[in-house]
């Protein structure tokens, strides 16, 4: 399996952006499909976005749609997640994770998941 290891949370004011990366290792990471996931205190992690082995197609979840984006570098073994416009709701550990495809990554079939980054949204 492929190893996971985020980086880039923090605290941010509310309107502010924030990126996130994500450093694979241990297996070839381009025939993975890569996400971003995330859960707030209190909910279940739920599926954020996608982006599949050559990076030429990503999914989003409604509630992220054109305010992030996910990104891949094949090269670089990393992918990225820049979030702007955040909302105190953005507020959520997030979670990297690998998959046979960015489709099973959408339907929660995950391979490998990453320890997780912090982001913090203030108001």
């Known amino acids: 399996q492929v190893q996971l290891v985020e980086s880039g949370g923090g605290l941010v004011q509310a309107g502010g952006s924030l990126r996130l990366s994500c450093a694979a290792s241990g297996r070839t990471f381009s025939n993975y499909g890569m996400g971003w996931f995330r859960q707030a205190p209190g909910k279940e992690r739920e599926f954020a976005a996608a982006i599949s082995t050559s990076g030429a197609s990503t999914y989003y979840a409604d509630s992220v749609k054109g305010r992030f984006t996910i990104s891949r570098d094949n090269a670089k073994n990393t992918v990225y997640l820049q979030m702007g416009s955040l909302k105190p709701e953005d507020t959520a550990v997030y979670y990297c994770?690998?998959?046979?495809?960015?489709?099973?990554?959408?339907?929660?079939?995950?391979?490998?998941w990453g320890q997780g980054t912090q982001v913090t949204v203030s108001s």
């Open positions: 994770a690998a998959a046979r495809s960015s489709r099973t990554i959408v339907a929660g079939e995950i391979a490998s």
